[in-house]
């Protein structure tokens, strides 16, 4: 995430320089305009559109590598434990599906409910992104996510669509990782073990 939100920096530092700045003073109507628009397309692209979109595939990325984490550990889980019913077997939404297969099949505890809340949310934004290209109205989730953006959490709606801010990413990654070690500490994986994500 740090590596693609500098390099972005570097890229909108780059594409700014490229704007005249000078003065409007003795600019034709005409070129005035043209200096308008150019500032106008650098602002909608480079300052609105393009952090959002590729904190897109941040979410998406980070997603997938839960999904992928989550359903090995409810693997190694049925392994040691010689359980019949396997979160495979199970229907519903990645996280929740896992989630309901750790308390009630596992029994293991389910952890800080705010981490869980968080994670819940994630999918819903994820989903968001994925099925309806961040278009807040068109998703199946459009209250919940809604009453996200009105938060403080680094989620906004810019004309309808979903709007993600860099400390949204940090926090989401966050959760991930302390969700990851309550799971393997309860499921006895031992503290050495080191949460990589």
């Keep these: ?28 109507e005409e070129e005035f305009s043209e200096r308008q628009s150019e500032i106008q397309f650098f602002e909608n692209r480079y300052e609105r559109d393009f952090p959002s979109k590729i904190r897109y595939s941040f979410v998406v990325l980070l997603y997938i590598v839960l999904e992928t984490r989550l359903r090995a550990a409810c693997d190694e889980i049925s392994k040691r434990r010689s ?9 519903g939404a990645a996280i929740e599906r896992a989630r309901y297969f ?23 934004v994820r989903d968001c992104i994925v099925h309806t290209n ?26 309808g669509s979903l709007m993600i801010e860099r400390h949204y990413c940090t926090k ?9 070690g309550h799971l393997f500490d309860s499921a006895g994986f031992g503290k050495s073990i080191r949460v990589v994500i």
């Design 1 to 28: 995430m740090d590596i693609i939100e500098d390099q972005f920096e570097n890229v909108r530092k780059l594409e700014q320089n490229r704007i005249p700045q000078n003065k409007t003073v003795g600019l034709s």
């Design 83 to 91: 359980l019949e019913l396997r979160e495979s077997d199970l229907k």
């Design 102 to 124: 750790l308390k009630k099949v596992a029994k293991l505890p389910s952890g800080d409910q705010m981490v869980g809340q968080w994670l819940s949310d994630f999918q819903k």
């Design 172 to 180: 989401t990654l966050e959760m991930t990782k302390s969700y990851f």
């Design 134 to 159: 961040g278009k807040i109205e068109k998703s199946n989730d459009e209250k919940r996510l809604n009453e996200l953006c009105n938060k403080s959490l680094g989620l906004s709606s810019d004309a």
